[in-house]
């Protein structure tokens, strides 16, 4: 790979005024020009239906492919707690500047201020949007919007509907969505998985995917292409994500020339119900909000066995609020999630296998009314009872942290466009915004704010500069060549005809990850992942069975195909964490950390977004973009 | 425990299915349901067979993905759950399991027990949204919203779209579906001023892609994993009679 100087085109000028300057220079096309165009969109959650329907209320002609049947299914449904927006609703002092502080400082100072300003000040609008779609947020008595507390932070800002915000913002914009399908702007292909990338010139004019229905490879070209594809959680096989959330849109852009940033960055969400047996398929997330009125602890004794209720007050330790008495609960995921780690480590987890920790309700439903518990976390209580078979009002909620939420992602400039000219990715599939850790409630609002009102000018000022040629090019060689090979590596793949099923191999490369590029890393372990990999990678290529044909609808071989790019991503992500010798945000190195076992930063030599090139014949190659902190100042996260 | 499992197996929207037994012993009653079928899959990729293909993703009861027919109740025994919700305790030993795809004339069978959804789109995107351009949006807080019903409109926006009310409908109606789109923006201010066409457009899309008629059995209401109630099937039908009224009167 070529050595470049990357360059995240942060305007200049004032970081307050920067973004409604910098759009007010971006260039303008009017619906008649804007017709001329097509954008292709690859995913329909939050992020890529709100930017579909916002491009083609400007105009454009928008063709968007999901790989499920409709953009209701999208991952982003099962978001619980809330969103983010600095309205100060409360008058407890928010503002956009705090809202932005604090995620920066969330983020443990590895992301890049320009950026973040922008999200805090983008937030207010994004509320305004989604009510006047009909979005029905909690309200007080009084008519007006509620808020609640997250993790991290002392303002209350967080805006929700019961355990199902996610659900009703995606809602929101899968209707703003329909309306443009409605008009004949959208044009819908559900159950279509992008397979790879097509670049004629150096610029992404196009993709190649697949019918999930009959198998049929396509190609399909465009001005301009915008991955909104979520997070890459699955390659740790159990994480809190859908299942069929994947890398392989990013990956295939990387094997293009697109850089991968902070690969290792992943969050370890600390309220998850914990792992219960061997054909466990996924993990479920019970929503940081619970952390509003539950009390984390476990028993002051090592190997307890006694039942929840029969361990006195007094041999207790809520180990959160005894460390961080300022945040107690409410400190930063990170920062829970290692903690209780530790004390399931020391011996006093609890339940069956030991891993797990309480999550106490007792206290707020004393206090506060079982009502009220009931009206504000209802859906999770019943969740957590049917999955369990537990109450949590009479017993404590037992969890434990699980992989939920991949700050990495496609490097992006400010414009949200990678290093391929004319791909521009948003939502969880970019890396921009949430640094080495990501504050609760703040991936849909980033979502939302780049798919609303970020993308829509920095594409269209993109557009304003190429000709519209590219709405029908397929014949074009790139895209012939591009078929061929996608067909070959399916090919390939249905040729095995080996013994293992892509599960087992899956599981196995989870365990990996989540040993050696968990929770704590280690250089040992990293190197000990790098070298076992690729006999994944072998074991793969060389014994994997997929059943049936790939001229039908065949399950297996969409997990097939995502499974190979995992296993690639993971060689990546340990070589990520092994560069980074620091402790930041999630990314916990045993060997930096303070006495107090606090993460310790350097920012001396690490204060810079790792941004991988692609190597097909080894060692990734590492670009370095400087972060520039000129607003605010360098600290060592606290919060005691 | 053991079980005893016959499910439908249909290669295509092209060819005839039919119902396959299958055994599968020793399984711990705490697994999910769709767990249960991972095994019996796993199983069947190791003997050289087909899996069962069936549709599934977030597997918390939210994303509408998942649902089929378990001893002919969609999505299974259990009450407002979804079959990714159920576990397998819900079950006795030696049960026999019957799982066969929602029927219905607008959900064609895709493979085994995945169908084609899509009417559910095409009904929403026909109206079921507030036009507004993003951008075009004033001060949230500008008009209050009485809690009562913003807590309403919130119940019936939690549809997550499975299709499970048109498969326990002996006449494969939507009704249940469509009004909780109706009612969710009837009930706010926002969706007050497209509220007459809107209800026109749904119903007319639901009658066109060959939806049946709604004969209020109530069998919707009663398998709807999100208990979405029978108020909206009334609440739709005020506000056709209501739309259809002033336009009647209009015309004059
Ligand atoms: C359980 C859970 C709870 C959460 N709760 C919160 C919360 O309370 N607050 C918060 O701020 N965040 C929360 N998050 C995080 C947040 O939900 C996600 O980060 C966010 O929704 C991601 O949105 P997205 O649009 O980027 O991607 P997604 O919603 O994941 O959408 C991805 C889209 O891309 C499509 N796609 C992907 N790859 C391909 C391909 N190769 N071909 C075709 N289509 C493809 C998919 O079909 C889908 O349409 C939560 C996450 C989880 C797991
Ligand atoms: S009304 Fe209920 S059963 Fe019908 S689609 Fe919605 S959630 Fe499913
Ligand atoms: S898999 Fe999402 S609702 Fe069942």
Request: aromatic residues 8%; neutral net charge.
């Amino acid at each position: 790979m070529k050595d470049f100087i990357l360059n995240a085109k942060s305007p200049n000028g004032d970081l307050h005024t920067k973004w409604e300057d910098y759009k007010k220079t971006l260039n303008h096309l009017s619906p008649e020009e804007a017709n001329k165009y097509k954008v292709i969109i690859i995913g329909t959650g939050l992020a890529g239906a709100s930017a579909a329907a916002t491009l083609a209320e400007k105009g454009f002609n928008i063709h968007a492919f999901s790989y499920h049947e409709s953009p209701r299914r999208a991952h982003s449904i099962a978001a619980q707690g809330g969103i983010n927006a600095a309205k100060n609703y409360k008058k407890d002092g928010d503002s956009v500047m705090r809202l932005f502080y604090d995620t920066i400082k969330g983020g443990d100072f590895r992301s890049r201020e320009d950026n973040v300003y922008r999200l805090a000040e983008l937030s207010a609008n994004i509320i305004d949007q989604c009510v006047a779609q009909g979005v029905p947020f909690a309200r007080e008595y009084g008519g007006l919007l509620d808020n609640r507390s997250f993790g991290g932070v002392q303002v209350s800002r967080t805006f929700y509907a019961r355990g199902q915000t996610g659900q009703q913002l995606l809602l929101g914009a899968y209707s703003a969505l329909s309306r443009q399908t409605n008009a004949k702007k959208v044009k819908f292909y559900p159950r279509h998985d992008m397979l790879d990338i097509v670049t004629v010139d150096g610029k992404a004019k196009g993709v190649i995917t697949r019918n999930l229905l009959d198998g049929k490879i396509e190609a399909h070209s465009a001005d301009v292409v915008i991955l909104a594809t979520g997070g890459y959680s699955n390659v740790y096989y159990l994480s809190t994500n859908a299942m069929a959330s994947n890398v392989t849109a990013n990956w295939r852009a990387h094997k293009k020339g697109a850089l991968f940033a902070n690969p290792s960055f992943t969050q370890i969400h600390p309220t998850c119900i914990p792992v219960k047996n061997d054909f466990q398929s996924k993990l479920t997330l019970m929503s940081e909000s619970l952390r509003n009125d539950g009390r984390v602890w476990v028993p002051k004794k090592k190997n307890d066995t006694r039942k929840a209720s029969d361990i006195p007050e007094e041999e207790r330790d809520y180990y959160l609020e005894r460390i961080y008495p300022a945040f107690g609960n409410l400190v930063p995921r990170d920062v829970a999630s290692r903690r209780a780690k530790e004390v399931c480590d020391n011996g006093q987890g609890v339940g069956n296998t030991g891993i797990a920790v309480y999550l106490d309700f007792k206290k707020a439903i004393q206090e506060k009314g079982k009502d009220y518990i009931k009206e504000k976390y209802g859906n999770l209580f019943d969740m957590y009872q049917n999955i369990t078979d537990e109450n949590p009002y009479k017993t404590p909620m037992k969890i434990y942290p699980a992989v939920h939420y991949t700050m990495g992602g496609l490097w992006v400039d400010y414009n949200l466009m990678t290093t391929i000219p004319g791909l521009f990715s948003i939502g969880e599939s970019n890396f921009s915004d949430h640094g080495a850790n990501r504050l609760g409630a703040s991936a849909l609002m980033q979502g939302l704010a780049d798919g609303y009102f970020i993308s829509p000018h920095t594409v269209m000022d993109y557009l304003a500069k190429e000709k519209p040629n590219f709405s029908n090019k397929t014949e074009q060689k790139e895209f012939l060549d591009a078929v061929k090979e996608t067909e070959k590596d399916i090919e390939q793949i249905m040729s095995i005809k080996g013994e293992l099923v892509v599960d087992e191999v899956h599981r196995e490369l989870g365990k990996i990850v989540w040993d050696k590029v968990g929770m704590a890393r280690n250089k040992e372990g990293l190197e000990n992942a790098i070298s076992s990999i690729p006999k994944i990678k072998e074991k793969f290529w060389k014994n994997v069975s997929i059943p049936g044909s790939d001229k039908d609808m065949n399950q297996e071989l969409e997990k097939a195909l995502r499974l190979k790019d995992f296993i690639e991503l993971a060689e990546l992500m340990a070589y990520d964490a092994l560069d980074r010798n620091e402790s930041c945000g999630g990314h916990f190195r045993e060997e930096y950390q303070t006495k107090e076992n606090e993460a310790e930063r350097n920012d001396t030599d690490f204060k810079y977004v790792a941004a991988w090139g692609y190597n097909k014949d080894g060692k990734p190659h590492l670009f370095k973009e400087d972060l520039k902190y000129n607003n605010v100042k360098l600290k060592t996260r606290s919060y005691k | 425990m053991n079980i005893n499992l016959k499910i439908w197996r249909q290669k295509s929207n092209k060819t005839e299915g039919k119902l396959h037994k299958y055994r599968l012993e020793n399984v711990d009653p705490n697994i999910s349901f769709l767990e249960m079928l991972d095994i019996l899959n796993n199983k069947l990729i190791k003997e050289q067979q087909d899996p069962v293909a069936f549709d599934h993703d977030c597997r918390e009861g939210i994303c509408g993905s998942c649902g089929f027919m378990i001893n002919g109740r969609p999505h299974g025994p259990q009450k407002a759950t979804t079959v990714c919700q159920l576990h397998m305790r819900s079950f006795n030993d030696e049960d026999d399991i019957l799982l066969e795809p929602f029927r219905a004339k607008s959900f064609g069978v895709i493979k085994d027990l995945s169908v084609d959804r899509q009417s559910f789109d095409r009904i929403i995107s026909s109206a079921g949204f507030v036009s507004v351009n993003t951008g075009e949006a004033g001060e949230a807080n500008q008009i209050p919203i009485d809690k009562s019903n913003a807590d309403e409109a919130f119940l019936s926006a939690a549809c997550i779209g499975c299709g499970a009310c048109v498969a326990a409908c002996k006449n494969s109606s939507a009704m249940l579906f469509t009004s909780a789109k109706v009612s969710h923006l009837a009930l706010l201010p926002q969706g007050e001023k497209e509220k007459k066409e809107r209800v026109n457009k749904m119903v007319a899309t639901m009658d066109a892609e060959g939806f049946g008629a709604c004969t209020n059995t109530g069998a919707c209401s009663a398998e709807c994993p999100k208990e979405i109630g029978q108020t909206n099937i009334a609440r739709l039908n005020r506000e056709f009679i209501k739309a259809q009224a002033s336009n009647l009167f209009e015309k004059k």
